[in-house]
């Protein structure tokens, strides 16, 4: 979806900190859309609101990968292509780890490994946790840094 709106803005955005700006806006977008999807009653969207920021941090990191490979394209250094896959790999690979401490945590606890499940899923949210909280933070003490990647001078 990321890289879907990328495509339509390609020419509006031109340094790495607004392709994580970018990338958060399509993530929570995208989590509103999937929690009314998931919503057969009130009481599930409410116990799926504190994971409502999820996908905007994963699309935070898919947006400063895919921007720094765009910087590094447009600059002619640096690893273009590697910066494109692990846009895609290190979300992808958090969320099927999220995935699989939670989604698949139902079965362990129906077959009554109460231990088993708990420890899954606690690992599952805890990290989670972490990088709800690491990765916008580590984004605006870095927005300089980031801002700085520019791949164009407006009005060229």
């Known amino acids: 979806m990321i890289i879907l709106t990328l495509v339509v803005l390609k020419n509006k955005v031109s340094n790495v900190y607004e392709y994580i700006l970018l990338g958060a806006a ?3 977008g995208f989590t509103v859309v999937e929690d009314f999807s998931f919503g057969e009653s009130i009481f599930a969207l409410f116990i799926r609101i ?19 490979a765009k910087y590094n394209h447009q600059k002619g250094e640096g690893h273009t292509l590697l910066y494109w896959a692990l846009g895609l790999i290190i979300p992808m ?21 109460f231990i088993t499940g708990g ?36 009005g060229e």
């Open 93 to 113: 690979g958090l969320h099927t780890l999220y995935d699989a401490g939670t989604i698949f945590n139902f079965p362990v606890l129906k077959d009554g490994d």
């Open 26 to 28: 399509v993530g929570f």
């Open 119 to 154: 420890i899954l899923g606690g690992a599952a949210i805890m990290i989670n946790i972490v990088l709800l909280i690491y990765v916008p933070v580590r984004t605006m003490k870095n927005a300089e840094k980031l801002s700085a990647l520019t791949f164009f001078i407006a």
């Open 50 to 68: 504190p994971l409502l920021f999820t996908h905007m941090t994963l699309n935070m990191i898919m947006g400063e990968f895919i921007g720094r």
